[in-house]
């Protein structure tokens, strides 16, 4: 198992959502949203779903390129099983109230496979919900951004991907 290549970023979770998908797959499915609430990560094919358990606190979303994918770590908080397809060789990673958290250049284009792990889920959820059950004053809002800027654990998704086959023609397409 070899890295290939490997992107991270910072995102803010507006709605307790980040989406990643291919740069011409914009268009949102409620359905693969839905999934997501149970699974914490779910896709379309197109489109993965990431749920968090909380709406404000950056989370870290990691998207790795292996020759094969090696298992998510023993330690990890959960794992779920994932595909994207990629026509134009592009993940976006989105923020859904903020716009896009950056991207990622693929080596080709194509439909990628793996897993999706993750960890600090739980943890950040409840410090999230601790920071919000403090008595407010003139400072909670000044101490909310504190706390949420400065938070004591990261919440941190990766997904483990490796290059599965080419993408299938679309049935529009020019001969």
């Not at 995102?11 to 989406?19: H, K, L, M």
């Not at 292996?66 to 990673?93: N, R, Y």
């Not at 999230?128 to 919440?155: G, H, I, K, M, S």
């Amino acid at each position: 198992m070899a890295l290939l290549a490997e992107y991270r970023c910072k995102a803010t979770p507006g709605r307790r959502v980040v989406e990643i998908y291919d740069a011409d797959a914009y268009l949102s499915d409620a359905a693969a949203m839905a999934a997501a609430r149970t699974q914490v990560v779910a896709g379309n094919g197109y489109h993965l779903y990431i749920q968090s358990l909380q709406p404000d606190v950056d989370l870290e979303v990691a998207i790795r390129l292996w020759d094969s994918p090696p298992p998510p770590p023993a330690g990890a908080e959960g794992s779920v099983p994932v595909s994207i397809e990629s026509e134009t060789a592009i993940l976006v990673v989105n923020q859904p109230e903020y716009g896009p958290a950056g991207e990622m250049s693929l080596p080709r284009s194509g439909v990628y496979t793996g897993h999706a792990w993750w960890e600090n889920r739980q943890a950040t959820g409840d410090y999230y919900q601790t920071t919000l059950d403090r008595p407010t004053d003139d400072t909670f809002e000044d101490d909310l951004t504190e706390a949420w800027n400065n938070p004591p654990v990261t919440e941190r998704y990766v997904l483990d991907l490796a290059y599965s086959r080419a993408s299938e023609p679309s049935g529009n397409d020019e001969p």
